[in-house]
């Protein structure tokens, strides 16, 4: 038991998500290491984009970063137009969303990990229902999945002061007629140990000439 002020590795250090105003507006100057960050949105709103901006600015501050491409969709073209060095980028392609969370939780023990990425949580499917039949019920596999990771994952990632970043998709929920019938997938877990969740939303396009 101490003093929360005898303490000084409270202060949290973060890294710039490579926009002024998002880090003004986030209050810490940017998102938070040994933190888990959960970032969603509709599709094609810029999360990815987002995330390896992150990356970048966490490699040029000299920090070891992974991305888990559980989408298989990562275009190292594209990262490296927005400034990642994909060379000293870590890189992991899981086949099953059991796979993803252990080598994440692999990596957060180890220290040798400073910013990772998921992409996404969608994407992390459980290993009983790709082994199963098209059809098959598999109700809450994945949200039970994602709470026992989120568990071990979050005090790993605090001692080894390791940031860990989920994208997340949104789903439209059924038979809401009050409120906001969007949700994000993979139940409840992530909602509560996320210490900063982003809404991502895409407002228009810029044409050349604006």
Avoid: W
């Avoid at 499917?125 to 994602?146: C, F, N, W, Y």
């Avoid at 979050?154 to 929920?173: A, D, V, Y």
């Amino acid at each position: 038991i101490m003093r929360l002020g005898d303490n000084r590795t409270m202060d949290v250090e973060t890294i710039s998500t490579g926009s002024l105003s998002l880090d003004i507006a986030l209050g810490a100057g940017g998102l938070p290491m040994g933190r888990i960050v959960e970032i969603y949105g509709p599709e094609s709103s810029g999360k990815t984009t987002l995330t390896l901006e992150v990356i970048a600015a966490a490699q040029r501050e000299g920090k070891t970063c992974a991305f888990i491409d559980a989408e298989h969709a990562l275009d190292p073209v594209y990262a490296k137009k927005l400034g990642v060095d994909i060379d000293s980028l870590l890189v992991s392609q899981p086949d099953t969303g059991e796979q993803a969370l252990e080598i994440c939780d692999a990596l957060a023990r180890s220290g040798a990990i400073d910013v990772m990425v998921v992409d996404s949580v969608a994407a992390l499917t459980p290993k009983a229902e790709i082994e199963g039949e098209m059809g098959d019920s598999h109700m809450g596999l994945q949200a039970r999945m994602l709470s026992q990771a989120m568990r071990k994952l979050t005090g790993n990632l605090k001692q080894s002061n390791c940031m860990c970043i989920f994208i997340n998709q949104i789903r439209m929920k059924i038979g809401v007629m009050f409120g906001n019938p969007e949700t994000t997938t993979g139940g409840n877990a992530l909602k509560f140990y996320a210490s900063v969740r982003l809404d991502i939303r895409r407002t228009g396009s810029i044409k050349e000439g604006d």
